[in-house]
T-cell receptor
């Protein structure tokens, strides 16, 4: 029974447009929500996070939205760039288990020039 | 430069052999983690440690063992009891109050 789901295995977007990656979860006990970016054969790198007390966090071209009532997390990238092409994982954690995360399956983003 | 070292990048072993994956960090982090990634799946937690000489099982600990004798090091042994050991193994670390673990480059283990 997966607690975290990224229902879109892949997404293709034109350069300059918005990329929207989605993540749904089932457990209301998560306290913080993260997005990681991963290139093949490399470790994930942290991108952006949001705590459960907020509904939006912005960092440059990246914005994370949290809808707690819908148990839905999304990452917006605008404008998208070819260098953004990678696998994006959402990850969820609880305050009682700092650093211990539950990951989604990942969404492969391709940004076409 | 601070970071996490995992070696080797690629590792091949025969079925039935135990193999140990190394993980070293110089970030002065107290907590360390081992995750496993399989194709089409997210990362799954194998073991984690928040202090030297103490560690806890994650979601998929069966067939694995760890030790934490030093703060900087958290080696993972994949034993012959692990039924599907071929995977990409990622080590991570964080401060005890940190919420975004820092990941190493990973080791791809292939069991032949």
């Amino acid at each position: 029974d997966q607690q975290v789901k990224q229902n879109s295995p892949s997404l293709s977007v034109q350069e300059g447009r918005i990329s929207i990656l989605n993540c749904d979860y089932t457990n209301s006990m998560f306290d913080y929500f993260l997005w990681y970016k991963k290139y093949p054969a490399e470790g994930p790198t942290f991108l952006i996070s949001i705590s459960s007390i907020k509904d939006k966090n912005e960092d440059g071209r990246f914005t994370v939205f949290l809808n707690k009532s819908a148990k839905h997390l999304s990452l917006h990238i605008v404008p998208s760039q070819p260098g953004d092409s990678a696998v994006y994982f959402c990850a969820l954690g609880g305050s009682s288990n700092t650093g211990k995360l539950i990951f989604g399956q990942g969404t492969t983003l391709q940004v076409k020039p | 430069d601070g970071g996490i070292t995992q070696s080797p990048k690629y590792l091949f072993r025969k079925e039935g052999q135990n193999v140990t994956l190394s993980c070293e960090q110089n970030l002065n982090h107290d907590a360390m983690y081992w995750y496993r990634q399989d194709p089409g799946q997210g990362l799954r937690l194998i073991y984690y440690s928040q202090i030297v000489n103490d560690f806890q099982k994650g979601d998929i600990a069966e067939g694995y063992s760890v030790s934490r004798e030093k703060k900087e090091s958290f080696p993972l042994t994949v034993t012959s009891a692990q039924k599907n050991p071929t995977a990409f193994y990622l080590c991570a670390s964080s401060s005890l109050s940190g919420t975004d673990p820092y990941f190493g480059p990973g080791t791809r283990l292939t069991v032949l």
